[in-house]
């Protein structure tokens, strides 16, 4: 076993004071109503999981527009509110840190779900079938945002920001990975515009940015974070060369201040969207001085190695967490993990939840 000691030095990430260095990958588990209002059960999951060093929240929608995903909460309304309160308040009684991630899919929404046509940088289709309540349905053409339809967006995102605070999060991540509506502007395979959100590399970043800066307006850098995916292929969007866009994007982050940078990143032969594509964090890491979070595929020896070589400030674990709540005193005394269970990633219930056991301590 590799010696875990980098991993449970305390980060101070922004504002965010995290006790070790093992964090919650965001994983939408679908456990919220049909109305998109986050259930009971949700206060146990997550505090199940307070001992990491700090928790992103499931994806959660900014608005009806931007969330297609069947059972996912949302965070633009006050019974999402209410109901994310008693939540953040058992992740704290607990011990625990969680800030709310804000998403809007653009393209990979079904009109089934949001009541209308998806929206995206460019009239696109995603390839593959989008989960609805009525099973697996073919994606739907997406419609160009307009411009003059920015402004309400960002007021979106704002309005999710001041909700997630009210709603008792300590802070919130912007969802600019994976395909979705952020990412859809940014890479060049998705974005075809000939107007100042399309071209140039600052312009497919234009939406982005506005969305940074709309979001710190109302939580301060020191408490938004961002997510990215800088290499590889998500839901069909990829850029045709994501070295210099991604430089330029850590470049202009850096003068922001985030709280933390967060990437996916795939790899060959990774089990979570592989990818040839070279990895961008030894880039962006030059240009972004900030606490940098990386994930997708980590055990707990290379996170450590990771972070004892300084090539990132905190490793994020998504599949480890769903399935050891206790996954920080695992891999604090060398303990062996659970295994997940797929099919019971989406499912509503407790089963495959709330119900994976902690290590028996010897
Ligand atoms: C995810 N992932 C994900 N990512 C994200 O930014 N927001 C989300 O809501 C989700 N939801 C989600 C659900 C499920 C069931 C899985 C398996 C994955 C991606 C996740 O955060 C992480 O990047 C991947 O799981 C890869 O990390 P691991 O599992 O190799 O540590």
Avoid: C
Wanted: charged fraction near 20%; aromatic fraction near 8%.
């Amino acid at each position: 076993m590799t010696d875990s000691a980098s991993l449970f030095a305390p980060l101070a990430a922004g504002a965010l004071s995290l006790p070790n260095r093992i964090v919650m990958a965001p994983l939408t588990r679908a456990r919220s109503t049909r109305d998109h209002v986050p259930t009971p059960r949700m206060a146990t999951y997550y505090a199940q999981r307070a001992s990491a060093g700090l928790i992103i929240s499931e994806a959660t929608g900014i608005s009806p527009q931007g969330l297609g995903w069947p059972y996912a909460p949302g965070l633009w309304n006050a019974a999402q509110v209410e109901a994310w309160k008693p939540i953040t308040a058992a992740v704290h009684e607990a011990g625990g840190r969680i800030v709310a991630q804000l998403w809007h899919m653009g393209r990979v929404v079904h009109s089934s779900v949001t009541g209308e046509q998806p929206v995206s940088s460019s009239a696109t289709t995603a390839p593959d079938h989008a989960h609805t309540y009525e099973g697996n349905q073919p994606y739907e053409q997406a419609r160009p945002l307009g411009v003059e339809e920015i402004p309400g967006l960002l007021e979106d995102y704002r309005k999710a920001a001041r909700n997630a605070l009210e709603a008792g999060f300590d802070g919130v991540e912007i969802h600019g990975a994976n395909g979705y509506l952020i990412d859809q502007f940014l890479r060049d395979g998705t974005n075809a515009r000939t107007d100042d959100y399309g071209g140039s590399i600052e312009n497919r970043a234009r939406l982005l940015f506005e969305v940074v800066n709309a979001v710190v307006g109302v939580v301060g850098a020191d408490r938004t974070g961002l997510r990215l995916s800088p290499n590889g292929d998500a839901q069909g969007v990829i850029d045709s060369n994501p070295e210099p866009l991604f430089a330029y994007v850590a470049t202009e982050l850096e003068k922001i201040g985030l709280a933390y940078l967060h990437l996916r990143e795939s790899r060959p032969g990774g089990t979570f969207r592989p990818s040839d594509q070279a990895p961008l964090a030894p880039v962006i890491r030059k240009h972004f001085t900030g606490a940098l979070i990386l994930n997708g595929d980590y055990t707990a020896d290379r996170a450590a190695a990771t972070v004892a070589a300084g090539e990132a400030d905190a490793i994020a674990f998504g599949r480890p967490f769903i399935a050891n709540p206790d996954l920080v005193s695992r891999i604090r005394t060398g303990a062996p993990l659970n295994a997940p269970n797929p099919s019971t990633f989406y499912s509503q219930g407790d089963e495959g939840y709330t119900d994976y056991p902690v290590a028996v301590p010897a």
